[in-house]
């Protein structure tokens, strides 16, 4: 007997038909998971597999199924088509691989899985259960594993670095590492921050502003960003923009404690002491930190500027329990007595370190270089790249010259900068020349001079001279060396600047260079004469290990070809 068949078409409107798509066998799969009905769910699937074998979601639910039944190997099978086959960027499949290969204690494998892993995923899902299971790995290899990099922390090794290299005050090469982050990463905002940070200790404020301002645009009520926004608008001096950022920071109560450090440091410098006291009051009670010198400081600076003086008395009189080897919380307790005395509480700094002025009350103590607590603070640093680009031409000279007593590889970087920049005094550059060359910086170095760039080279003089021979050289070296290493590179400048004026007026009738001693102390003797410095001609010819009436001679030739006879310090450089 033959079968009515019923057609598609034939059925009545109100008969919902079953759509057998992969949706509908993935549905029934997650049905039966929630039953424990794994067999059925692994069926299911498969099912999804086959209506749509191009998707990975599909085989990487059936590779999950196969490792909750205990096949580990048919999951990693799985897995390992969908990485070959399928989708390549679907590096979760490794942790799940790692995971199976633990299971079957292949640990080995489960390694070389795992750091696949972490070389390859940049979401950074499983980065916390990855690092779990990594450690036990290597407890059961008994070794550390080759991880080169993780990729879901990519730039935060370097910003690491950076930000140490910020701390301990050697900002250029943070910008340099910062720059890069950024450039890899737009959306790194921490990065972002230091960076912007990073230009202001370099006195690169226009780089600074725009620094912040796309930290801003990407988030506008970013904590760091506001605080160093304020910063920078201070320092501006745009009272307008300021005291609007100054009221939405007063009322910001954060909960974090990075936030809350933050916020409290940024408000002192602000000059709202009483709210910077607030924060570091709160700080004081975090478990965390409240063992921590620097925080005693910053309360004891906001408590004392903020009027609140039994308290600040307090917190550094605990100071000197916690920190007993530093001088800070005494100096500023005696502070504090001699303030009380006179009536007068003028504001203190809250950095945590004696004011630089009392560091340097004994200049001679530095001839041969500053101590680390002075070479490496990086308020020390910061003041002096800031001075270097903003302050005046005295305030400049100083600052190259500090700069020669830390040198570093930052300060050879500053001056190199420095010398580039078109603006600046001609003099300060020939200044910040010797500076290099006291550094060991061999080998032409561009100058900006006269609106062209120049090469010059910092071992050598500079002078109009068609030659220069190795016997002219000998005796400014000689002079040079002789007066000993000296903080005022005015007197090394004069040297040099002198014996060229004295050879370019004679050129080339100059006289034989025999007797290079005698023509060294006439150099050292003429430029202390006008520097006003007390010297001899017996001091200066014992110096050099000649008679004083050769010291004598050769300096009254001297005087007489440079007319040196009243002339002063002031006639060669700018003061």
């Known amino acids: 007997m033959k079968k ?104 080995e494998a489960a390694e070389e899985a795992l750091i696949m892993y972490l070389q390859e995923d940049a979401g950074g899902q499983f980065l916390a259960e990855a690092e779990e299971m990594m450690e036990l790995l290597q407890y059961e290899l008994g070794r550390p594993a080759q991880l080169k990099s993780i990729k879901a922390r990519e730039g935060m090794i370097e910003h690491e670095l950076a930000r140490e290299w910020l701390e301990e005050g050697k900002f250029a090469q943070a910008v340099k590492q910062l720059e890069e982050i950024v450039a890899k990463d737009p959306d790194f905002l921490a990065a972002r921050n230091n960076l912007a940070l990073g230009y202001y200790y370099l006195g690169l404020f226009p780089q600074a502003m725009e620094a912040i301002e796309e930290v801003l645009k ?29 009221g939405l920071l007063r009322i910001v109560v954060p909960f974090h404690q990075e936030h809350l450090f933050k916020l409290a440091t940024t408000m002192g410098i602000l000059g709202e002491h009483a709210t910077a006291y607030v924060h570091f009051r709160r700080l004081l009670q975090d478990h965390e930190v409240n063992r921590d010198p620097v925080l005693y400081h910053y309360a004891a600076a906001a408590a004392y500027n903020s009027g609140r003086y039994p308290a600040a008395r307090a917190l550094w009189q605990q100071l000197v329990k916690l920190d007993p080897g530093s001088d800070i919380a005494s100096f500023y307790l005696n502070r504090m007595d001699d303030a009380g005395r006179q009536g007068e509480y003028p504001s203190i700094n809250y950095h945590y370190n004696l004011p630089f002025e009392e560091q340097l009350k004994h200049p001679e103590k530095w001839k041969n270089g500053f101590p680390p607590e002075i070479r490496d603070n990086p308020l020390i640093r910061s003041s002096f790249f800031w001075a270097l680009r903003h302050g005046d031409s005295r305030t400049k000279l100083q600052v ?13 970087e500053a001056l ?79 040297i040099e600047t002198l014996w060229v004026d004295f050879l370019t007026r004679l050129y080339p009738d100059i006289p034989a260079m ?62």
């Open 218 to 246: 990407r988030d506008a009520g970013n904590l760091h960003g506001l605080c160093n926004l304020a910063i920078f608008l201070q320092r501006e001096g745009n009272t307008a923009a300021l005291d609007k950022l100054r």
């Open 514 to 575: 025999a007797h290079i001693e005698g023509w060294a102390a006439a150099l050292d003797y003429l430029t202390a004469k006008m520097h006003r410095k007390s010297l001899t001609y017996e001091e200066v010819a014992k110096r050099y290990g000649i008679s004083p009436s050769t010291a004598s001679r050769y300096a009254r030739r001297m005087s007489q070809v440079c007319n040196v006879q009243g002339r002063d310090d002031t006639f060669l450089f700018v003061q």
């Open 4 to 107: 009515n068949r019923i057609r598609m078409e034939d059925m009545p409107a109100n008969v919902l038909r079953l759509s057998m798509d992969a949706n509908f066998f993935f549905e029934r799969a997650v049905y039966s998971l929630d039953r424990n009905r794994y067999d059925k769910a692994l069926k299911y699937f498969r099912k999804a597999v086959e209506y749509e074998p191009g998707n990975p979601v599909n085989h990487c639910n059936m590779a999950g199924i196969l490792s909750e039944m205990g096949d580990y190997e048919a999951s990693n099978a799985v897995l390992s088509a969908i990485l070959q086959d399928i989708d390549p960027s679907m590096t979760e499949c490794y942790f799940y691989m790692a995971n199976n290969y633990a299971n079957m204690e292949q640990f």
């Open 400 to 412: 190259i010259q500090a700069l020669g007593l830390i040198a570093d590889q930052e300060v050879e």
């Open 416 to 494: 190199l900068a420095f010398l580039l920049v078109p603006e600046e005094d001609e003099y300060l550059k020939d200044i910040a020349v010797l500076v290099l060359r006291s550094l060991g910086v061999k080998g032409p170095v561009p100058v900006r001079k006269g609106g062209a760039t120049i090469m010059v080279d910092p071992g050598k003089i500079g002078s109009g001279l068609p030659v220069w021979r190795s016997e002219w050289q000998a005796v400014v070296d000689l002079a040079v060396k002789r007066i000993g290493k000296t903080t005022d590179l005015r007197l090394r400048h004069n």
